[in-house]
């Protein structure tokens, strides 16, 4: 085919992963400067991805948002046809370095075979008259230290690790699909790229928000290592120029020629901050291979017209500013703020609540098998919890199995892990008591084996199995109210707060494994208290509980509506949200309050009798714990979420109604 200089003029460009950082840069730009153009954003929403990245293209017309896996082709073909697509900009993949070291085969997955899909779909359907590769400089392998000569995009691909492998393997897809059969490709080879929205996994990110946190900055190796950073908004302009006057089989590197070490870096943000460096940097240990430079030669694309315009200062001073403005854009992001992180390739994100209907349409949910990447080895399948999240997964088509061993068994556990290769471990198995928590104070030898020692057994196999994340159901009645925090103040106890409720052995089993759990970066804890569901015939249901008492207390509670938090639980898995959460609605509920609702929706002639607490003792062995838990952060991560009282009364007592 014979190269194309005629300026080009796309109509409808399909974005694969859109809500990652460059390409939501690109997207913005696209939708700001060419109002004629219709962008449909591709994007499975993995975990370096985010809606929030492309909420400045929403409100225009010409914006569509598809969330689906680019390795599913009837997805992509449907797309293609459907959208009438003529222009492609391939930028979906996976990209974090460290991350190919350990979990190799997806990057061959996303980086090699998605984009295959992506090209015989160009093929069959014969619509697309740009299709636009970005790929990396890291697929020239090192550069010598001593030249001065930037790589042409001429040279031999000569790739040193797993991620930049996968890179070539694609390039070599791309050019054997323009040669066979024609297909209008162009090739993009980048250095690093920095600025607002990237996750921080990478160098600049981690760094700033490390610094922010007062934490130390962590260097691979001597930090000696060479590389080039170029702000996000130059490097979409470079695309923005690529995609119209890029020439069609022609390759161009984006790159600078302002290099920096890696502890060059490191200072620079410590300036920033006002830290010492001597002090702030931390030298750990390198990874397995880890290129000392990559250098381009960026005269080919200068030609077309582009040019770098963000000096090194103010692009860092204002990568800075945005990240001390959004400290919570990614959430808990403290996994990846490891100096060795091992983020599973198949952990998405889920900003399902910020898709409309016109956005998320049905045609964005791939059929393809395993397209979710999802699979829960799940513990606790005869108990409640464990249960419900079976039947909820497979109401939502997310493969499960549930565990064979026993918790306090490590080799049964490393059995069930690599049977069943799960993305994520729930646990929900766990002594509560039979039939309540009285049972643990004679029979501690078993709690402790199960809540304490099987816990932490389990947090254990999971760390050391590519630090898979375990999401842990655990409980809030390890506080109770008290001068800090009292009855009736709206004053509740948060995450950070130390248990102060030692009534009961179960709970003071529970208060002990959370606090060993601390040490545990792959855990998720979720402290539930007094749930709720909408089955009313469980004896374990607080509502069924308390109807079925001869006397009840009345004392206002946090508490747990599982119909509307389990839900959340799978969402929080895919979100690789961590550390501890108060897992319970906003508010709290009094045991009146709610036998009102009974009464009001269930029973009409529903009655019950009230005790104090000095009655109660008199009928139980080990003390309850009433408390208010402080539920902002979950509600900061699910603003939907219903308080208490509306929770109950949406969830339980309108599907129950008695008419």
């Not at 991805?49 to 225009?60: F, H």
């Not at 920033?272 to 430079?293: H, M, S």
């Not at 999971?462 to 898979?468: A, D, G, V, Y």
Request: charged share 25%.
């Amino acid at each position: 085919m014979a190269p194309d200089s005629v300026p080009y003029t796309p109509k409808k460009i399909l974005i694969t992963g859109a809500a990652g950082f460059i390409p939501s840069h690109v997207t913005n730009r696209l939708i700001k400067n060419y109002p004629d153009y219709k962008i449909v954003a591709l994007d499975k929403l993995d975990y370096c991805s985010s809606l929030r990245n492309i909420a400045p293209c929403r409100s225009s017309p010409n914006f569509k948002f598809v969330k689906g896996d680019i390795a599913c082709s009837d997805l992509v073909n449907h797309l293609l046809v459907a959208e009438d697509i003529d222009t492609i900009m391939h930028f979906a993949a996976q990209t974090h370095v460290d991350n190919s070291f350990g979990n190799s085969f997806e990057f061959t997955t996303n980086n090699i075979y998605g984009t295959h899909v992506l090209l015989e779909a160009c093929k069959v359907t014969q619509q697309v008259r740009r299709f636009i590769h970005v790929s990396t400089d890291e697929v020239y392998g090192e550069t010598d230290m001593e030249t001065d000569i930037g790589n042409p995009e001429a040279s031999q691909l000569l790739p040193t690790n797993p991620y930049s492998a996968t890179k070539a393997g694609a390039e070599m897809l791309v050019m054997a699909y323009h040669r066979s059969y024609g297909l209008p490709t162009i090739t993009t080879r980048g250095n690093n790229v920095y600025g607002p929205n990237q996750y921080p996994e990478k160098l600049i990110p981690k760094f700033i928000l490390l610094a922010m946190k007062g934490q130390q900055l962590p260097i691979h190796g001597n930090g000696s290592n060479v590389r080039s950073y170029l702000y996000a908004e130059d490097v979409a302009e470079a695309f923005d120029v690529i995609l119209h006057k890029g020439v069609i089989g022609h390759v161009y590197n984006i790159g600078t020629k302002k290099e920096r070490r890696v502890q060059d870096v490191a200072e620079d943000i410590c300036k920033l901050f006002g830290l010492d460096p001597k002090t702030a940097i931390n030298f750990v240990q390198d990874r397995p291979f880890n290129d000392q430079r990559y250098f381009l030669d960026d005269e080919k694309l200068k030609k077309l017209g582009w040019q770098e315009k963000t000096p090194w200062e103010e692009g860092l001073k204002k990568t800075k500013e945005w990240y001390t403005q959004n400290p919570n854009w990614w959430g808990d992001v403290s996994a990846a703020l490891h100096p060795h992180p091992r983020v599973s390739a198949n952990f998405h994100s889920n900003d399902d609540g910020w898709l409309s209907p016109r956005d998320n349409t049905s045609n964005g949910k791939c059929n393809c098998n395993g397209s979710s990447g999802l699979k829960f080895l799940i513990y606790g399948r005869t108990g409640w919890i464990g249960g419900l999240l079976g039947k909820l997964c497979t109401s939502k088509g997310i493969p499960f199995e549930y565990g064979k061993g026993r918790l306090e068994d490590r080799r049964s556990i490393i059995e069930d892990i690599q049977r069943v290769k799960p993305t994520h471990v729930f646990n929900a198995a766990g002594v509560t008591g039979r039939p309540n928590v009285d049972w643990c104070e004679s029979h501690k030898v078993e709690t402790i084996r199960t809540n304490v020692v099987g816990t932490l057994t389990l947090a254990s196999v999971c760390k050391e199995s590519n630090n898979l994340l375990m999401m842990n159901f655990a409980t809030g009645c390890i506080f109770e109210y008290d001068k800090e925090h009292p009855q009736g103040s709206g004053i509740g106890f948060k995450e950070e707060d130390k248990p102060n409720f030692t009534g009961s052995f179960y709970s003071k089993t529970k208060a002990m494994v959370e606090e060993l759990l601390k040490e545990y970066e792959n855990v998720c804890t979720l402290r539930v208290r007094m749930p709720i569901s909408s089955d009313l015939t469980n004896p374990r249901n607080f509502i069924t509980k308390i109807s079925r008492y001869n006397k009840v207390v009345n004392i206002p509670n946090s508490m747990t509506v599982l119909d509307e938090l389990l839900p959340i639980s799978i969402e929080m898995a895919k979100r690789n949200c961590r550390g501890i959460w108060n897992f319970t609605n906003p508010g709290v509920i009094s045991h009146n309050e709610i036998l009102e609702l009974y009464k009001e929706y269930i029973d009409p002639g529903f009655k019950w009798v009230n005790f104090n607490l000095e009655e109660q003792a008199k009928v139980i062995v080990a003390p309850r714990s009433n408390n208010e838990m402080d539920a902002t952060k979950l509600k900061k991560e699910f603003p939907e979420l219903l308080s208490i009282k509306d929770s109950i009364i949406k969830y339980v007592f309108e599907v129950n109604k008695k008419t």
